[in-house]
């Protein structure tokens, strides 16, 4: 089949990477692409945003299945427009991805379904938020309600720096439209973990967890980024608490969503807390993680293409997926000053790799006049699997350092909760 990819990122390039090993894909054509996927699909240069383009790009080159990568078009509704157009699309609709693009919306829904979830408070205007914050108490967690690229959240610790946050949301307009509504959160504390699933709208099937790192520096200091580095499995995640995951949080969800008048299909991304009371709902995403994705995509065994076309027509019977036993570690190496001001278009190089397992994937850069260049600030994600994380860990950081630009930079920590976590358990 013709298989066409939308996005531009390490995510993407993973998905594309593993569409690629496919039996059933003969042409793989990606919009607009990376340096990296450039060198296994074709890439096109129509922007995310751009659906009717991408549309008429997918009639015109008759696409067998289109699968989308970012939020950003789903919530503009790109799956409503190529499924107006009869053609197969993996991914929610506008209405469904809304459990990402409105955090006011999630937070109602899981409300109204008993959704385990923080306590929180939306309000429109600077004084409704500061009452709610005097409220609530510190720490508490400020957000903004619509999308900001994972960077639209704060941790305020005390009344300083929570006015500091509204004033650049309401006066420096620093999220635009996306603040519009702010949402004031109970602090949640424990372990984060991402949980994905892929449903059909009726069926919803656990994907291998994953965990991701979100804060810029190491020791969880300093501000969210899109995410720094990820590994698989999640080692912190029970068979039994994944089991709790999905009956109280991941099929209600689903179920809840078809009851609203907005059947969900595609990838459902939840980003959980587990407290002492359980695990309890931060974020959803209605699309995979970057960069969780990359490490499940090195671990997971089935045929990728044959598992978003099952979702796309609403066909995922008995479908139980398989994984490698091995781990996999995801580094991302970023510019200096991400997630704030970066410099674009630095030389990005990468010497030869032979350690066997290790498997590079672009996340943002572009090839221009000859060389790679990056126009990210996420701009390598350097990942690696072996049979142990440590393993893993240690020839992804290997790796990570043979990536060269001026101001590259990584956390050196990552997978550290996992390891301290398994000494604990196994006493390694
Ligand atoms: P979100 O985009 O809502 O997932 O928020 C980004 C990150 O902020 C999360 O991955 C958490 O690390 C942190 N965070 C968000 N909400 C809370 C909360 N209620 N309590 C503690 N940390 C939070």
Redesign the pocket.
């Known amino acids: 089949m013709r298989v066409l990819v939308v996005g531009q990122g390490g995510r993407e390039h993973a998905i594309c990477w593993k569409l690629k090993q496919s039996p059933l894909v003969r042409e793989l054509y990606a919009a607009p692409g990376n340096a990296g996927i450039a060198k296994i699909a074709d890439c096109v240069q129509i922007g995310v945003a751009d659906i009717v383009e991408l549309a008429d790009f997918a009639e015109k080159l008759k696409i067998d299945l289109t699968v989308v990568g970012p939020e950003l078009p789903l919530t503009l509704g790109i799956v409503d427009e190529f499924q107006k157009r009869g053609l197969v699309i993996f991914g929610p609709t506008r209405l469904a991805s809304e459990l990402e693009g409105s955090?006011a919306f999630s937070k109602d829904f899981m409300k109204k379904y008993n959704i385990p979830t923080?306590e929180s408070t939306t309000c429109s205007s600077i004084d409704q938020a500061k009452a709610a914050i005097k409220a609530r108490g510190f720490p508490c967690?400020i957000?903004v309600d619509g999308l900001a690229a994972?960077k639209g959240?704060v941790?305020a610790q005390n009344k300083a720096e929570a006015d500091d946050y509204l004033k650049l949301v309401f006066e420096g307009k620093k999220f635009g439209n996306a603040a519009n509504r702010l949402l004031v959160?109970?602090?949640?504390v424990g372990e984060?973990v991402s949980f994905m699933v892929l449903t059909d709208g009726t069926r919803v099937v656990p994907f291998a967890p994953a965990k991701d790192y979100?804060k810029a520096f190491d020791g969880e200091e300093g501000p969210?980024t899109g995410g720094m580095g990820a590994h698989s499995p999640a080692v912190i995640l029970s068979g039994e608490t994944a089991g709790e995951i999905m009956k109280t949080i991941a099929i209600p969800t689903v179920q809840g969503m078809t009851t609203e008048g907005r059947p969900y299909s595609g990838c459902l991304y939840i980003?959980l807390?587990l407290t002492a009371s359980g695990p309890k709902v931060?974020?959803y995403n209605c699309r995979f993680g970057d960069p969780e994705t990359q490490p499940q995509m090195i671990r997971l065994e089935d045929d990728l293409a044959d598992l978003f076309m099952k979702v796309a027509r609403g066909n995922l019977i008995d479908t139980k997926l398989n994984w490698k036993k091995e781990a996999a570690a995801c580094i991302v190496v970023a510019a200096e000053g991400y997630p704030d001001e970066f410099k674009k278009g630095l030389k990005v190089t990468v010497d030869p790799i032979d350690e066997e397992g290790v498997i590079v994937f672009c996340s943002g850069a572009v090839m221009r006049d000859g060389d790679m260049v990056n126009v990210a600030g996420r701009v390598m994600s350097v990942c690696a699997h072996a049979p142990t994380l440590s393993e893993a860990l240690r020839k992804a950081y290997g790796a990570a350092s043979k990536v060269h630009f001026e101001g590259a930079r990584y956390r050196t920590d990552i997978g550290y909760r996992a390891l301290e976590q398994r000494k604990q358990v196994v006493g390694e």
């Open positions: 955090k923080g967690v957000k994972g959240v941790i959160e109970e602090f949640l984060e979100k969210n980003g807390m931060l974020e």
